[in-house]
């Protein structure tokens, strides 16, 4: 069963593109990761699949129907990339405010307990941390028992031990029947949550596929040297130079030093770094809209 779906999407603001022609489906039980680099469009995708704004063209589905449909959206969480939470109340009634919206809450014990916060419910929200407000926000997307929870970005600014307590509350929903939607700039997320990543770059998606299959599309590497000629090298995927130095990127970066050893070519100065993420994503949408899939491809610079 398709829980939302994008169907032939372009949003614009003013003059700006920030989405063209986006089809994306989340079939229930699954765990999507929405991925790609600042200002790619992830966030407005997820503000369209809730309803919080409207399509310029193409059509949005919640639950088979319009988004804006209350009955709809009681049956969604979300945690948008910011959140103000009123300072002077209590963690405690923050969530029964919440709670009071819902037929059947999660009881505030539990939630709390779940996303690392029981011993703060008597605490005011202006007196949390940055992490534990971010924790909090997070944990009121999951108060209602949604059948689709969609979380933007939930874990920017979250230590490394309260990013992997916000991963473990995530992935027992999910192992509980839940549905998940996150958006995020980091890979690592993606891999330790989702089973399906939607690459989106530049307002298209890109890529759409298993965590594996993206990862080898996005996995780059940049290795570097200094040489007078360069030799004709299999699996380069593009080749800048710049400041006396040659970059190569190629998705296996110990093979391609096998190789340029092995044609006894002259080179000093070796390096082998992983392009970021951001790196990656900037090289490849920078060959324009193709889809990944066909833009990856070791007979093509690029890079020009
Ligand atoms: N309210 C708005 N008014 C004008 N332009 C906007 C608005 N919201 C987004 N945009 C533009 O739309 C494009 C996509 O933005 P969006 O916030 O959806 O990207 P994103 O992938 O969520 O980025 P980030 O990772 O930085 O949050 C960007 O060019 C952005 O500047």
Redesign the pocket.
């Known amino acids: 069963m398709i829980l939302a779906r994008a169907i032939g999407v372009t949003r614009r603001?003013?003059d700006?593109t920030?989405l063209h022609d986006v089809h994306l489906d989340i079939p229930a039980g699954t765990v999507t990761g929405l991925l790609?680099?600042?200002?790619?469009?992830?966030?407005?995708?997820l503000n369209l699949l809730v309803g919080l704004r409207r399509a310029t063209a193409g059509r949005i589905e919640l639950f088979g129907g319009d988004p804006r449909d209350p009955a709809r959206r009681r049956l969604l969480g979300m945690t948008p990339?910011e959140t103000g939470l009123p300072g002077t109340l209590r963690v405690g009634e923050v969530v029964d405010f919440v709670s009071a919206h819902y037929p059947d809450p999660v009881p505030r014990a539990e939630l709390l307990d779940r996303f690392g916060l029981a011993d703060q419910h008597r605490k005011q929200t202006g007196g949390l941390s940055g992490g534990q407000k971010r924790r909090l926000a997070v944990a009121l997307a999951f108060v209602g028992r949604p059948r689709l929870v969609v979380l933007d970005?939930p874990t920017t600014g979250l230590d490394v031990e309260a990013r992997r307590a916000l991963w473990d509350a995530i992935g027992s929903f999910h192992a509980d029947g839940g549905t998940v939607l996150i958006?995020s700039?980091y890979l690592e997320e993606i891999e330790a949550l989702a089973q399906r990543v939607v690459v989106?770059g530049q307002?298209r998606v890109l890529a759409e596929d298993t965590v594996e299959a993206v990862r080898g599309l996005v996995g780059v590497r940049r290795v570097s040297l200094t040489t007078a000629e360069l030799p004709d090298l299999p699996g380069v995927l593009g080749v800048e130079r710049a400041e006396g130095r040659t970059h190569l990127l190629t998705a296996d970066a110990d093979q391609l030093v096998r190789d340029l050893v092995g044609t006894g070519a002259a080179f000093s100065g070796l390096e082998v770094r992983p392009t970021s993420l951001e790196e990656a994503f900037l090289t490849i949408t920078a060959r324009g809209d193709q889809p990944l899939a066909d833009t990856v491809r070791g007979d093509q610079p690029l890079a020009a």
């Open positions: 603001y003013g700006v920030a790609g680099p600042n200002g790619a469009g992830k966030s407005t995708l990339q970005e958006s700039h989106i307002g």
